[in-house]
């Protein structure tokens, strides 16, 4: 487990702040791929991001199947909140303890393992493709790069390895970022009559969209892997000046949207800006309604060769029966399977909630069963005659 604990010790977060990117981890992951025999490639996605990939041929022909992982992680935030250092990759207790441990440097060290010891069992048919992609904990930059230039052409699946609690998730939510910006009028604090007040609007905004959630939660139902539709206000922002007896101007909201197959992201979008502008103008506000990022909800058919691939190969290596189920966010796999309709199944070591939290942590016993359900799960996917379908 060495080489997890080396990606760990690396402090992959992106923060220009502080001279921070993928670009340690990246040059770790392509000289672990060289070690097999492998030619990595660099695909700069931005300054100091760039996304690594190699590409594996079989003997004779078949599909092609992804292994994918980011190289990024999240802030480690207060280290005083940490029991541990965040980035020092400690062994203790059978678990290796880091920012990124589970979320996920030991994905990453899984499936590089993995596709070695697959290539030194016997010969198989068809290609491995391997990416270790940038950006996948903010705008999923890596991904988009990576099929922009036609990287992810020829691709029939894709395993994305982050952490799920053991589950093999067919499913992922969709997400959809949305910036309102509301426009008043600025006013003294002592005299708000003479203008209009935007963070008044916001407020009555935020009510509205809990509202607006709660139909759409009767609406669509809860899905069996995923839940319910949510609406989430994350961001606040009031204009300038920022001063205690000013009314601004101006004032804005994020809002973090989280959907099922069922919901259709336009029609959302539609009703999200009609209730905000309606409630809006009631307090002689415009506003503006801004799409950041669109990424639709996701879903590979549970009678899939990808999905049963990795089914049988779970059952026959796991000491726990194998089980479906749903990403609660969005993935490279969200990006991957909808911008080109590959299957994609997210199935990765770690627990399924311990990310982006302090002492986050991975069972080492949990990095080699999955590697070894890894190779189980490419041979089955790369030789058998569904794999023709």
Known sequence: ??????????????????????????????????????????????????????????????????????????????????????????????????????????????????????????????????????????????????????RADGIDAVICCEPE????????????????????????????????????????IIVAFADLEQRLQALHGEHPYLGHVWITPTVLRSGEPAQMNVMPADASAWIDVRTTPSVDHQALVNEVHAVATAVAADHGITVRLTVIDDRPSVATDESHRLVRAVWDAHAAVASTP???????????????????????????????????QADEFVEIDDIVQHAKVYVGAARRFLTSETAKE
């Open 1 to 150: 487990m060495a080489f997890t604990q080396q990606l760990v010790r690396v402090p992959s977060v992106f923060d220009p702040a502080r001279g921070l990117n993928e670009a340690p981890a990246a040059e770790l992951v392509a000289a672990a791929m060289r070690s097999f025999g492998w030619s990595p490639q660099f695909d700069l996605v931005a300054p100091g991001r760039p996304n690594v990939v190699a590409v594996i041929d079989g003997e004779g022909p078949g599909p092609t199947l992804m292994f994918e992982g980011h190289t990024d992680v999240v802030t480690e935030g207060n280290a005083d909140l940490w029991t541990v250092d965040p980035f020092g990759g400690q062994i203790r207790d059978g678990r290796i303890w880091g920012r990124g441990a589970a979320d996920m440097k030991a994905g990453l060290a899984a499936m590089l393992f993995a596709v070695d010891a697959l290539q030194r069992s016997g010969p198989f048919p068809g290609r491995i493709v391997l990416g270790a992609l940038v950006d996948e904990e903010a705008m999923m930059a890596g991904a988009k790069d990576f099929v922009a230039r036609g």
């Open 322 to 356: 194998p089980r479906l189920g749903g990403v609660p966010g969005a993935t490279d796999g969200t990006v991957l399977t909808s911008l080109t309709g590959m299957a994609s199944v997210v199935y990765g070591p770690g627990g399924k909630w311990i990310a982006h």
């Open 165 to 204: 609690g053991g589950e093999i998730c067919h499913v992922a939510k969709g997400a959809l970022r949305l910036r309102l910006d509301l426009h008043g009028v600025m006013a003294h604090g002592a005299m708000p009559f003479q203008g209009r007040n935007p963070n008044r609007a916001v407020g009555h």
